[in-house]
């Protein structure tokens, strides 16, 4: 089993909905989950990076929450748009391992108009 | 334009052929990284190199062999090609530990 899961593991909403994203992880102990967006033929790009101890950050109409005692975290994107289709990966730093990443498999979101 | 760029974006060969990709960041930063994406879209680390010194090395069979000439520049050797290293490869930089990787945009890399 994969030690970051995350789900849904593709979704299709309309613009102009919000949506949320969630990522459940084992990895322990670790340093920091970072959600990246990737586009169909790109490479991913960081959307936000939490430690531990905190437990949200926004970056424009995304948000991302942490529970570190449930080793849970979600991905809020508000308002969504046609750009905001994409896979979105949940990556977890690995304290022990020399901050090593584990990335999950990644939600498709589809935004249709 | 500053930016993580690697060479090809797409290669097609056949099995036992040897190829090479190149990565490039202009980026200033320390740390560069090769990744495997496999066709369930799982990103792996293959290989991390800090200041042109190898600082991890996942299980990657030996015909894998990064080189880096100098800090900007982290290619990706490899021999003898087969059929189950299709896959995308990324090349990515970091600055810090525990600051954002920057990714290129990937190399398609289809053996057949």
């Known amino acids: 089993k994969n030690q970051v899961e995350q789900s849904p593991q593709s979704l299709i909403i309309l613009e102009g909905k919000n949506c949320t994203l969630q990522?459940?992880?084992?990895?322990?102990?670790?340093?920091?989950l970072r959600w990246y967006k990737q586009d169909t033929g790109r490479g991913p790009v960081s959307l936000t990076i939490?430690?531990?101890?905190?437990n949200t950050k926004s970056n424009g109409r995304y948000t991302a929450t942490l529970d570190a005692d449930t080793k849970q975290s979600s991905l809020h994107i508000t308002a969504s748009q046609l750009s905001d289709s994409a896979s979105y990966i949940c990556?977890?730093?690995?304290?022990?391992?020399?901050?090593?990443?584990?990335f999950g498999a990644g939600t498709i979101l589809r935004v249709k108009s | 334009d500053t930016a993580v760029s690697q060479t090809p974006k797409y290669l097609v060969t056949q099995m036992g052929n040897d190829k090479s990709i190149k990565c490039e960041q202009n980026?200033?930063?320390?740390?560069m990284y090769w990744y495997k994406q496999d066709s369930k879209k799982f990103l792996k680390i293959m290989f991390s190199y800090n200041n042109k010194e190898l600082i991890i090395n996942e299980t990657v069979p030996n015909r894998f062999s990064p080189k880096s000439p100098d800090k900007a520049h982290l290619n990706l050797h490899i021999n003898s090609l087969e059929l189950g290293d299709s896959a995308v490869y990324f090349c990515?930089?970091?600055?810090?530990?525990?600051?954002?990787?920057?990714f290129g945009n990937g190399t398609r890399l289809t053996v057949t």
């Open positions: 990522c459940n992880y084992t990895v322990s102990p670790f340093s920091n």
């Open positions: 980026l200033g930063h320390d740390t």
């Open positions: 939490m430690t531990f101890s905190e």
């Open positions: 990556v977890v730093s690995a304290r022990e391992y020399g901050n090593k990443l584990v």
């Open positions: 990515a930089s970091t600055d810090r530990v525990n600051s954002p990787l920057h």
